[in-house]
């Protein structure tokens, strides 16, 4: 998980660093309003840290990351101390405020209670890196087999050496890891005629679904627990 914190406070930076590295979350920390509009708009973040008190131009900010399509459903902070800051911050969409003086605790308390929201969203975009043997059945019958890149809860990449058409639907199956038959009706998004595609999962019965997403939840924690945590600062 990855935290943007945007504050001109040593301190403020200095806690929310150790607290998401507690948590394994890389903390990156900017003093300048100008920069941390520049990280949005090429960075996801699960989590932003706003210090109305020391930084210049906050709710741009703020505004910014809940209009960006990358960053509309961060978790946001905002630390305010004067009452109008605090009101400013409410209407732009901050989901927590935090009030100086604030002590290592306090941060914890607040991160504890975003995480789960944030390992849910996080969890709502994780395509699981698996190569699989997929077939696929066109309506005139013909049969094409692939190899998955990636899957996720709502589509696959895939590389075939058969050109797939956009907005063909086709009749996919394959077998997940643990011996489960997983079969869609898939739509194909995108295929960059050099072997790679992407489908979509148009409809999938509800119990290969809820097997999918139990799949998935599990290769999401394991990778999780399996990645060596790094400090951004």
């Given at each position: 998980m990855q935290a943007l914190v945007?504050?001109?406070?040593?301190?403020?930076?200095s806690l929310f660093g150790k607290a998401s590295t507690e948590i394994g979350m890389e903390a990156q920390i900017i003093g300048d309003a100008e920069l941390a509009l520049n990280e949005v708009s090429r960075s996801k973040y699960d989590?932003?840290?706003l210090d109305f008190d020391t930084v210049s131009e906050p709710s741009q900010v703020l505004g910014v990351v809940r209009s960006s399509r990358s960053n509309r459903s961060a978790v946001i902070f905002a630390v305010?101390?004067?009452?109008?800051?605090?009101?400013?911050?409410?209407?732009?969409?901050?989901?927590f405020?935090?009030?100086?003086?604030?002590?290592?605790?306090?941060?914890?308390?607040?991160?504890?209670?975003?995480?789960?929201?944030?390992?849910?969203?996080?969890?709502?975009?994780?395509?699981?890196?698996?190569?699989?043997?997929?077939?696929?059945?066109?309506?005139?019958?013909e049969r094409v087999q692939c190899t998955s890149m990636n899957i996720?809860?709502?589509?696959?990449?895939?590389?075939?050496a058969t050109a797939l058409t956009p907005g063909e639907r086709l009749n996919a199956s394959c077998m997940l890891p643990g011996g489960v038959n997983f079969g869609a009706i898939v739509r194909v998004i995108w295929d960059d005629?050099?072997?790679?595609?992407?489908?979509?999962?148009?409809?999938?019965?509800?119990?290969?679904?809820s097997k999918l997403e139990t799949w998935l939840d599990s290769q999401f924690y394991a990778e999780r627990i399996s990645t060596p945590l790094r400090q951004r600062t």
């Open positions: 945007v504050t001109a406070d040593q301190w403020l930076s989590t932003v840290v305010a101390t004067d009452n109008a800051h605090k009101k400013t911050a409410s209407q732009y969409g901050a989901n405020l935090l009030h100086r003086p604030i002590d290592i605790a306090q941060v914890r308390r607040g991160l504890a209670a975003a995480k789960g929201f944030m390992l849910g969203e996080r969890r709502r975009y994780f395509r699981c890196a698996v190569e699989l043997v997929v077939l696929l059945a066109r309506s005139d019958s996720s809860s709502s589509g696959m990449g895939i590389k075939t005629r050099h072997g790679k595609s992407g489908l979509h999962f148009d409809s999938v019965p509800p119990d290969l679904q």
